[in-house]
Nanobody, 126 residues
């Protein structure tokens, strides 16, 4: 089992920045690829970004490419999402998720992942 705990959410004005963190415990963190997803009110959970076990490969949704950055620190068992926000539509609950690297999934769909955090709420105001 892997336990994931997100933090860093809050209120930010559109155009401002926020950094989310996701702390992992329970298993060897570096064995897992990690992802971030967002669920906005009334919408399905959607892919935001993912990162490989060693941070060597990242992938982003087109809507956040160039503005959000996913990174990880395996020594601290933590994955981050640096957000440079743009619009209130980015409001939602942000979840981190993990999947063993050997699964070799694309990592852009919720069901690619085995483990989820409880989410951290981000509100982007206009």
């Amino acid at each position: 089992q892997v336990q994931l705990v997100e933090s860093g959410g809050g209120l930010v004005q559109a155009g401002g920045s926020l950094r989310l963190s996701c702390a992992a415990s329970g298993r060897t963190f570096s064995n897992y690829a990690m992802g971030w997803f967002r669920q906005s009110p009334g919408k399905e959970r959607e892919f935001v970004a993912r990162i490989s076990w060693n941070g060597g490969t990242t992938y982003y949704a087109d809507s956040v490419k160039g503005r959000f950055t996913i990174s990880r620190d395996n020594a601290k068992n933590t994955v981050y999402l640096q957000m440079n926000t743009r619009k209130p539509e980015e409001t939602g609950v942000y979840y981190c998720a993990g999947v063993p690297s050997f699964a070799q999934v694309m990592g852009v769909r919720p069901y690619d992942y085995n483990y989820w955090g409880q989410g951290t709420k981000v509100t982007v105001s206009s």
